[in-house]
């Protein structure tokens, strides 16, 4: 069974930055593509960003420049790197990655709050 688990959130002023991480259970080589999602209450679930097998990535318009993405497949880890967060950046942010197989998964989430 193949898992995504989060970690790295936690509460921030606005400026500052955190950097999420997650851990597949397995080999994320045999994942086709990930990326990180976010969801604020109320609101519906975004991408934030996401990265290919070949390490090409895609950003959403409101984090372009701030935030970044990265896999190391040697730890079988995709990272978030979120600078300059602001207040609407609040959310809880999901890991995800589509298996070779063709089967979304989904990690649990993390919360990210930022104070202004």
């Known amino acids: 069974q193949v898992q995504l688990v989060e970690s790295g959130g936690g509460l921030v002023q606005a400026g500052g930055s955190l950097r999420l991480s997650c851990a597949a259970s397995?080999?994320?080589?045999?994942?086709?593509?990930m990326g990180w999602y976010r969801q604020a209450p109320g609101q519906q679930r975004e991408l934030v960003a996401g990265i290919t097998s070949g390490g090409r990535t895609n950003y959403a318009d409101s984090v372009k420049g701030r935030f970044t993405i990265s896999r190391d497949n040697a730890k079988n880890t995709v990272y978030l790197q979120m600078n300059s967060l602001k207040p609407e950046d609040t959310a809880v942010y999901y890991c995800?990655?589509?298996?070779?197989?063709?089967?979304?998964?989904w990690g649990q989430g993390t919360q990210v709050t930022v104070s202004s």
């Open positions: 995800s990655g589509t298996y070779f197989t063709g089967k979304v998964y």
């Open positions: 397995g080999s994320i080589a045999t994942f086709l593509d």
